[in-house]
Every structure is written in structure tokens, then in C-alpha cells.
């Protein structure tokens, strides 16, 4: 508890620099990607959240909610050039970063350049500078730990602060939705929920045998993070091999024709993250796991960086339908991203989670 964490997320990144650098787009929905028939959305400004829009979503369906919509197309090296910009800001208070992407990070300040020992003050001198820099907001938790501090930073976008005192953790774990838990996914939590649990103190109430027997080897992981126990150090010397996205399933699923369907919806959640990275890869692997617990891998080397979306479902498809024959029923679906463009640089990935 002696550490002091600081999860910096920038809000709406890319939506935020594409409404700074033309002021027509100020206040407007818009969306960044997805103008293209099958194209799918990486991130959407708040004026178009209020309508539903989010990102990963097919773009003809943010249309249909929103059809005032307005499409911008990606400029990666914009972003690139003000997450270099961002990163410089962090470089001024520690060297402990921990980065999750272009548009937010892990800080450990607990010795900051600073000299300040209150991560709070020191929080909110790096918001105030990465908005003098970049005329951009970011949203920032503060805690004892990564968990905490991730799950802080989302709680009062746009542009909060959150801090979750060591004192103050169990009580905030206890109410907190399950839903809200990072690391528990959608599908994680509707299991949860139809079990009757609703909150940290309902899922505080199981053993850790209990959630072991439920919920498999991250029985362990809800065990301890709904008790506030987090000891991941900020690692600033990580180096991403890969970038995946994996989805637990409901039901076990034996029909191919309802496997290419999650497949579909997988894969706009998957481009995402590639899209958020910044970073494609020439190999593309599926990954599925049977009624039976045996995992299986099936993979596709390109001589290009898989970059385009069409490409993606195309290949993930092909590997499918190829081995069809290898399984009877799934309960696990994945796909994931490697010999990557920016393999060797000092990136962090983000947790493979279930949906």
C-alpha cells in the first residue's frame, strides 16, 4: 500500500484531436472511422455517445442511431504525434510509465520528479499540463494500486478525478457494480448476475474456492482484486509480442454458422484495439477452446501488416472454416495480432480479457 498509482485516460482521443485541429467539428457528433460500408468505428466524440454511439460499432448502425453522425477518417500519425506529446508531460514526473495504448498509461509516482508527495496534487498538475500542451482532457484515478487506479480513472469522465484512498477501498469495492470491475467482461458478468451477483460485496461473499470452482483460474484474480489486492508493479519495460481479444462463451456452441456470427461481432472489438495501438501484425491466429477445456491454435503469416479490416475477417474466417473439423462445441473464441510493426519498442498491450 506504500505505492501511489496514477491511471491517466485521455477522453475521446482521437475524436478530441480531429474536434482541436478543425474547430468545425467542435460540439458536433462525430465518429472517427467507419464511413466505409463495412467500416467500423474507433472512437466517437461525447456529442455522439448521448446517442449510443460507441466504439467498435459497425459504422451503418451508429448511423442509424445517430444520423446527423459526421465520419472523420483516422489520422494515425496526428495521434501518434500527440501521445508523443502526452508521454513528455509523464516524463517530467517519473520514469515509471506504464503505457496501455496511444491515449492512456499507468504512472508510478511514488517517488516523483517532483518532490510531491501527494500523487492527488501531482495528478492534477499533469491533467492541467497535458491540457496546456495539447488542448486536450484526460480523466485520471489515483490509488495504492493498478487495479484501483484503472477502475478510478473511468468513474468521472470527462475530465475527473478520482482517488481511492488505501482507508477507503474496501468500502468503494464493496458497492462498486460488478460490471464496473476491470477485468470482468460483459459475458463474465451476466454469469455473475444470473447468480446473484450484483456488487464487490456480493462477489466478496464466495471463498476462494467458491470463485475458483465458478469461475476457473481467475477465481484467484477476483479473489484478491475485490479485496483490494493488487501487488503489479508499473513495468515500464514490457515489450508487446502480441495483441489479442478473447470471448467467453455464455452456452458451449456447436453450429458454425453461430460461431461465424460471435466471430463477426469479435472482430470490430478486435480491430480496435489494433487501431488504438497503432500496431498491426503479419500473423493472424484464432484461437478456440472446446466443451472439453482442450485449447487449439490455428495461424496465418502474411509477407504486409495485416491492416485492414476486410483482410482480418477474411483470414479469421479461413481459419474457421478450415478447421471445423477439430472441434464439436466452443466455449471460447479468440483472435490475436503478432510478429507486430512496433514489436521490439517498449509498449505495453492491453489485457486479453473476455467480452
Request: hydrophobic share 40%; charged share 25%; glycine share 6%.
Amino acid at each position: 500500500m506504500s505505492r501511489k498509482i496514477i491511471h491517466i485516460d485521455m477522453d475521446a482521443f482521437y475524436a478530441s484531436v480531429e474536434q482541436r485541429d478543425n474547430p468545425s467539428l467542435r460540439g458536433k457528433a462525430i465518429a472517427v472511422g467507419g464511413g466505409s460500408k463495412r467500416g467500423v468505428i474507433t472512437t466517437a466524440s461525447y456529442e455522439a455517445r448521448k446517442f449510443g454511439v460507441r466504439s467498435a460499432m459497425p459504422g451503418f448502425k451508429a448511423r442509424q442511431l445517430c444520423p446527423h453522425l459526421i465520419f472523420v477518417k483516422t489520422r494515425f500519425e496526428a495521434y501518434k504525434e500527440a501521445s508523443k506529446m502526452i508521454r513528455l508531460v509523464f516524463q517530467e514526473y517519473t520514469d515509471l510509465i506504464e503505457p496501455l495504448s496511444l491515449d492512456e498509461a499507468f504512472l508510478d509516482v511514488s517517488q516523483n520528479k517532483k518532490k510531491e508527495p501527494l500523487a492527488t496534487k501531482v495528478a492534477e498538475q499533469i491533467r492541467q499540463q497535458v491540457f496546456e500542451t495539447t488542448q486536450l482532457t484526460c480523466s485520471a484515478g489515483v490509488s495504492y494500486c493498478k487495479f484501483l487506479a484503472k477502475v478510478a480513472s473511468d468513474m468521472n469522465k470527462p475530465n475527473g478525478l478520482t482517488v481511492i484512498k488505501p482507508h477507503q477501498a474496501e468500502q468503494f469495492l464493496e458497492q462498486l457494480p460488478i460490471e464496473k470491475f476491470f477485468g470482468i467482461g460483459k459475458v463474465t458478468a451476466k454469469k455473475m448476475q444470473a447468480k446473484g451477483i450484483f456488487t464487490g460485496a456480493d462477489l466478496k461473499a464466495l471463498s476462494e474456492i467458491e470463485m475458483a470452482q465458478q469461475f476457473g483460474k481467475m477465481g484467484r484474480y477476483y479473489f484478491q482484486i475485490v479485496r483490494g489486492i493488487d501487488d503489479r508493479p508499473v513495468n515500464n519495460q514490457r515489450i508487446r509480442k502480441s495483441i489479442g481479444i478473447e470471448r467467453t462463451l455464455l452456452n458451449n456452441v456447436s453450429a458454425i454458422e453461430e460461431i461465424q456470427f460471435i466471430l463477426k461481432e469479435l472482430i470490430p472489438k478486435f480491430y480496435e484495439r489494433l487501431q488504438k495501438a497503432n500496431n498491426y501484425g503479419r500473423t493472424l491466429t484464432l484461437k478456440i477452446k472446446t466443451a472439453d477445456f482442450q485449447t487449439i491454435t490455428r495461424s496465418i503469416s502474411k509477407k504486409f501488416f495485416i491492416t485492414e479490416v476486410e483482410d482480418i475477417e477474411k483470414i479469421a474466417n479461413q481459419l474457421l472454416l478450415e478447421n471445423q473439423d477439430a472441434f464439436n462445441e466452443l466455449r471460447l473464441i479468440g483472435l490475436s495480432a503478432s510478429n507486430l510493426q512496433q514489436e521490439n519498442e517498449n509498449q505495453s498491450g492491453q489485457l486479453t480479457m473476455d467480452l
